[in-house]
Nanobody
């Protein structure tokens, strides 16, 4: 059974940092393309960052380039999203996703506010 569980969200001040985690079970993250999406209230879900299978390449939404970094720890079967220089407009529910199994996590809330 494929399952994704996100963690690491919370309340942070503008300019702060958070690291989100997405722990997978039922498949191996090392060989699977994976992504982070986010959805703010009243807005559509949008792609934030993605990493290909074997980690050959990554891509980012223009709004987060230079501030967010997607990575994974194969030994822990976990994907991460390091978020630096956070802005209020980064406030959203963040989800991890694997297209190979069309599976979503339950989401973790990130709120950037002073």
């Amino acid at each position: 059974q494929v399952q994704l569980v996100e963690s690491g969200g919370g309340l942070v001040q503008p300019g702060g940092s958070l690291r989100l985690s997405c722990t997978a079970s039922g498949f191996t993250v090392r060989t699977s393309a994976m992504s982070w999406y986010r959805q703010a209230p009243g807005k559509e879900r949008e792609l934030v960052a993605a990493i290909t299978g074997l980690g050959i390449s990554t891509n980012y939404a223009d709004s987060v380039k230079g501030r967010f970094t997607i990575s994974r720890d194969n030994a822990k079967n976990t994907m991460y999203l390091q978020m630096n220089s956070l802005k209020p407009e980064d406030t959203a529910m963040y989800y991890c996703y694997t297209p190979r199994y069309d599976s979503w996590g339950q989401g973790t809330q990130v709120t950037v506010s002073s």
